[in-house]
């Protein structure tokens, strides 16, 4: 059965420098989505993606984050200066076209920030 | 805006013993419900929406729109249903966000 796969399980950073998580979505879906949780928190919808650009995107999701899908397989979420609060873990999402389809979720990232 | 609550961060129950996670919403429009489930080191896994109105793995969910809930129940409870349960909610009609409530940790005992 196809799965949403995201690398690496685990990326630990320093304060202030980008990180890039990666995702590779199921291959026939056309939505893509980024949930984060934080350690003991809800998980929170950060941004949908669809037709190459941004179809809905939370408050959290403020410049330091950008999304793009840079070939055909990969959908990528960019944190361009890291702060110790983005620590949590990142899940991406994909699902079909049809209104009713489910999100299928990767594994996660789990994101330390020191 | 949306809202899921979970009121129960924790639920112990033993083996054979009904369950129920409780599951309610706010939201103004029409929604569609869903329960996520995650087991120990594997990924969030959709459980069951209320619009296909089935039961998976013996649990059921209806949707309650007088009193906006969304309860998740099971009569016999198993030890493989120990797991992380999540309630979330979407708009209705499109692939819109899922906003989840906090979860409900499910232990149960042999």
């Known amino acids: 059965e196809p799965e949403v796969t995201q690398t690496p399980s685990h990326q630990v950073t320093q304060m202030g420098q980008e990180v890039i998580l990666r995702c590779v979505p199921i291959?026939?879906?056309?939505?893509f989505y980024w949930y984060r949780q934080i350690l003991g928190q809800k998980v929170e919808f950060l941004v949908s993606f669809y037709n190459n650009e941004i179809s809905e995107k939370s408050e959290i999701f403020d410049d330091q984050f950008s999304v793009e899908r840079p070939d055909g397989s990969n959908f990528t979420l960019k944190i361009r200066s890291t702060k110790l609060e983005d620590s949590a873990m990142y899940f991406c999402?994909?699902?079909?076209?049809?209104?009713?389809?489910?999100?299928?979720f990767g594994p996660g990232t789990r994101l330390t920030v020191l | 805006a949306q809202r899921v609550t979970q009121p129960e961060k924790l639920l112990s129950v033993f083996k054979g013993a009904p369950v129920e996670l409780k599951c309610n919403y706010s939201?103004?429009?029409?929604?569609?419900l869903f329960w996520y489930v995650q087991y120990s080191r594997q990924r969030l896994q959709l459980l069951l929406r209320h619009i296909s109105r089935e039961s998976i793995k013996g649990f059921t969910a209806d949707l309650n729109k007088g009193e906006t809930s969304f309860h998740l129940k099971k009569p016999f409870a198993q030890e493989e249903d120990s797991a992380m349960y999540y309630c979330?909610?979407?708009?209705?009609?499109?692939?819109?966000?899922?906003?989840f409530g906090k979860g409900t940790l499910l232990t149960v005992n042999p």
């Open positions: 939201y103004s429009g029409s929604p569609e």
């Open positions: 291959s026939n879906h056309l939505y």
């Open positions: 999402a994909s699902s079909g076209l049809a209104a009713y389809n489910e999100q299928f």
């Open positions: 979330a909610l979407k708009r209705g009609g499109s692939n819109y966000k899922l906003t």
